[in-house]
């Protein structure tokens, strides 16, 4: 099977402070999305890398982890996952120390134990925890809608 490749571009005009930039998907679904200094640190409208990671993780183990659930026989009416990337101040600049996911599920036939225990499973299947995680913590908590 041939690699699956998946572009975006980012312009940055201007320095760090005042500065801003705009990004884009090839497919369209982000259409010059503006970020800035503001956007990123503080909270001003507009997105942010940050944000941006939060929501592929998101996207990702929502994937990876209706795919698990299915191949157990539990087939899911829906999985909601909300990301959360944690940003820590670090000597010289910052760290992408943490990604919190909190998925909330609609499935029946599945108690909140085994709940829990499949999702700690399918973050390990998802290609974008495994790519951030060699050195970032991956914290995962699952709940039945």
């Not at 760090?16 to 970020?35: E, F, I, M």
Request: one cysteine or more.
């Amino acid at each position: 099977m041939a690699d699956i490749e998946r572009t975006a571009t980012a312009v940055w005009t201007g320095d760090l402070r005042r500065g801003k930039g705009s990004v884009r998907s090839a497919s369209g679904a982000l259409q010059d999305a503006p970020y800035t200094f503001a956007t990123r640190f503080q909270s001003a409208p507009g997105t942010n890398p940050e944000e941006l990671l939060a929501a592929a993780q998101a996207a990702c183990y929502s994937m990876a982890f209706a795919h698990l659930l299915a191949s157990r026989g539990h087939v899911p009416e829906e999985v909601a996952t909300e990301a959360t990337c944690h940003v820590t101040p670090v000597s010289g600049g910052y760290r992408i120390t943490r990604m919190r996911l909190h998925a909330r599920v609609r499935v029946s036939g599945l108690d909140g134990d085994a709940l829990s225990a499949l999702a700690h499973e399918a973050e390990q299947s998802c290609p974008v925890a495994n790519a951030l995680r060699p050195g970032m913590q991956i914290d995962v908590e699952a709940s039945l809608a």
